[in-house]
């Protein structure tokens, strides 16, 4: 179980890798109250979201609620392989604490979906919203400190680490309505 809470967790926070790297081969600076910002932002998302996933379960038999889940986890995997993202409005190349909230609310509203689909199916555990909010932040951080030092020269195409982790969390979505 605490093994697919950290997957999930990784699939909704992953992509905060490829954005902290967009931004830092940019040289975009993510100030300390921006990342906290996303932070705070990521962790009540989420937390919203699992309760209003358990609410509708309370409504939904069980097997409905698994199907639901699963199909609302897999359109949230697609999602997050076609969608675009960028919060430095003012090109600035500085994300500042109105940008974060932005920058927030959009990293999060996977979790929103994949928050409400996988408390259908049984995860109900707040260590959930932690582990996204832990993994956006570490995930932002380290993905601009890598392409602060990539600086342009990579081949990896931009969109990648959304790639990864929409077929991550299908995968996920598929286990568990086979099993």
């Not at 996303?38 to 409504?59: E, N, R, Y």
Request: positive net charge.
């Amino acid at each position: 179980m605490y093994c697919s809470f950290i997957l999930l967790a990784i699939c909704v926070s992953i992509d905060s890798l490829g954005i902290g790297m967009t931004y830092g081969l940019k040289n975009t600076k993510i100030t300390f109250w921006a990342k906290w910002i996303l932070f705070l932002i990521s962790f009540f998302i989420t937390s919203l979201s699992l309760l209003a996933g358990k609410a509708i379960s309370a409504f939904l038999p069980s097997n409905v609620t698994d199907l639901i889940g699963t199909l609302l986890l897999i359109l949230l995997g697609i999602w997050m392989i076609v969608q675009p993202s960028n919060a430095d409005f003012d090109h600035s190349n500085h994300i500042d604490s109105k940008e974060a909230i932005f920058l927030g609310v959009a990293l999060s509203l996977d979790a929103i979906g994949i928050g409400i689909g996988s408390s259908m199916i049984g995860f109900h555990s707040f260590i959930f919203p932690l582990l996204v909010a832990i993994f956006q932040l570490i995930f932002l951080s380290f993905g601009s400190y890598i392409g602060r030092k990539i600086q342009k020269n990579s081949r990896l195409p931009e969109n990648i680490w959304n790639l990864i982790s929409g077929i991550l969390l299908i995968g996920i979505a598929i286990t568990k309505l086979i099993f």
